[in-house]
């Protein structure tokens, strides 16, 4: 299966994306092109630190370009609606080095 493929199905969901440096930004994937460039709206950034709880930094409609991506996946809404991010503590992601 291609990732154009496995995009397609993720089209209006809502999907975690992991950058090359480290970021957590989740939202509604509304498009993406051949380069995997990727569209999402109503998105965020999730900021996990070990001292205070996750900060969600609001994003809008946002572009991710495809050579900063590392992994793309579908969020639980559900699962994730019952999560207390102010009480969740976490390493922040070191940058991917290729």
């Known amino acids: 299966m291609s990732i154009a493929t496995g995009l397609e199905t993720l089209v209006d ?9 480290g970021r957590n930004i989740v939202g509604v994937l ?16 999730r900021v996990y630190s070990t001292k205070e ?6 994003l809008g409609l946002y572009i991710i370009r495809g050579d900063n ?5 579908e969020l639980d809404e559900e699962l994730d609606a019952h999560l ?15």
């Not at 969901?13 to 440096?21: A, P, Y």
């Not at 991506?69 to 996946?73: E, N």
């Open 69 to 73: 991506i590392s992994v793309v996946g």
């Open 30 to 45: 509304k498009g993406f092109d051949q380069a995997t460039n990727i569209i999402l709206d109503e998105s965020h950034e």
């Open 53 to 58: 709880g996750v900060q969600q930094l609001v």
């Open 84 to 98: 207390d991010l102010s009480s969740l503590r976490a390493h922040p992601l070191k940058p991917v080095i290729h």
């Open 13 to 21: 969901q809502t999907i975690s994306v992991i950058t090359n440096d």
